[in-house]
């Protein structure tokens, strides 16, 4: 089945701790994008790509870094300089810069 | 970054009834996209629309592009249960590369 997949569903980490989220896509699109969602609120751009090993900085980048050596993956590193880090974080991808957006299911992170 | 605003927040409405909410913008957008998320998921993209004044149905969901191009409107018919969840409004604005989202509406249905 085509899709967008993140995982895990849930991930707990202790403060201090770097961890990495996985998005993986096999709809060929060129674009995609990582997203945070707070309870009850919109969702907000950390970071996207258009295109392999090319990225740049959303509304609230702070405290995230990413990669984009594969057209198919995106993963998402939030650091210890990120200093709310629990939240829902949501992966989409696009099949082309500008396009309607495809989510994934999301990794919802709790830092203890 | 921008928002748009979404009206209403919230809707209570029991099985049946017709729903509408609209999303406004000071900005003009070159396309509008309406999702719907429900609790612990991913949004899901429901309507894409291209064109001032475009009208398009997806099953009982309609929306549209508004005129002036700063707004856009998505009317669900005969509301069931399944139906419950928070709706979004997202477009482009001018060459932006990022998506805006709206604020949400938040349903709920009543049996």
């Known amino acids: 089945d085509g899709g967008i997949t993140q995982s895990p569903k849930y991930l707990f980490r202790k403060e201090g701790q770097n961890v990495t989220l996985s998005c993986e896509q096999n709809?060929?699109?060129?674009?995609m994008y990582w997203y945070r969602q707070d309870p009850g609120q919109g969702l907000r751009l950390i970071y996207y790509?258009?295109?392999?090993?090319?990225?740049q900085k959303g509304d609230i980048a702070e405290g995230y870094s990413v990669s984009r050596e594969k057209k198919e993956s995106f993963p998402l590193t939030v650091t210890s300089a990120q200093k709310n880090p629990t939240a829902f974080y949501l992966c989409?991808?696009?099949?082309?810069?500008?396009?309607?957006?495809?989510f994934g299911p999301g990794t919802r992170l709790t830092v203890l | 970054g921008q928002q748009l605003n979404q009206s209403p927040q919230s809707m209570f409405i029991q099985e049946g009834e017709d729903v509408s909410m609209n999303c406004t913008s000071s900005s003009i957008f070159n396309t509008w996209l309406w999702y719907k998320q429900e609790p612990g998921e991913g949004p899901v993209l429901l309507i894409a629309l291209y064109k001032a004044g475009e009208l398009t149905s997806n099953g009982r969901l309609t929306a549209q592009f508004g005129i002036t191009r700063k707004d856009s409107f998505l009317n669900i018919s005969a509301s069931i249960p399944s139906d419950v969840g928070i709706y979004f409004c997202a477009g482009y604005t001018g060459t932006a590369s990022k998506l805006t989202f709206g604020t949400g509406t938040r349903l709920q249905v009543t049996l």
């Open positions: 709809l060929n699109h060129d674009a």
């Open positions: 989409a991808s696009s099949p082309r810069p500008r396009g309607e957006q495809f």
């Open positions: 790509s258009q295109i392999v090993n090319d990225f």
